[in-house]
């Protein structure tokens, strides 16, 4: 079973928050969560969800970025067909993403880690969702989810995306 952990607004100004998350959330507390054209410049890193979370399964998946890192990890045919499917190729992994996506609904955000190991992978996702909406006034109207990757190498320990391509 992954395990799961929420962060605190303060973690994202840390050292160890990659610059384009902290660029997102600071986009999105700037806006009022709302999406402006500023948001078109990071949303290839990002992957839009519909509002329909429930305790036991994440939202339904709208569209995954061309540089969002989900699509490096579970590959761009996953990527492309998102919206017939509901569920990451990580095993167990449905409750801890939905518990993340409702924390998002009641505190305007939520910045999480999530470590997993399986037998087909293994890595530390860092995740920042954050409910949209299209107008000021309007209610939230889809997520915005932005992860960073970590593969776990059981020898020699982390091991980032550009370190996973440069070994490529």
């Known amino acids: 079973m992954p395990e799961y952990e929420i962060l605190k607004a303060p973690d994202i100004d840390k050292h160890d928050t990659p610059d384009f998350m902290r660029e997102f959330h600071n986009h999105a507390r700037r806006t009022g969560s709302v999406a402006t054209s500023d948001l078109i410049e990071l949303s290839d890193h990002l992957i839009l969800c519909r509002m329909n979370p429930t305790q036991y399964t994440p939202p339904s998946f ?77 209610s939230y109207g889809f997520f915005a989810t932005m992860i960073h990757y970590e593969e776990f190498d059981l020898v020699s320990g982390p091991r980032s995306n550009s370190d996973r391509q440069n070994l490529n």
């Open 62 to 138: 709208i569209w995954v970025g061309r540089q969002a890192q989900s699509r490096a990890i579970f590959g761009n045919s996953w990527a492309d067909n998102v919206h017939k499917s509901q569920a990451t190729p990580i095993k167990n992994y449905s409750q801890p993403s939905a518990l993340g996506y409702l924390s998002a609904l009641v505190q305007g955000f939520n910045y999480d880690i999530v470590r997993f190991q399986d037998a087909e992978m293994s890595g530390v996702l860092r995740r920042l969702i954050m409910p949209m909406k299209a107008k000021p006034h309007s």
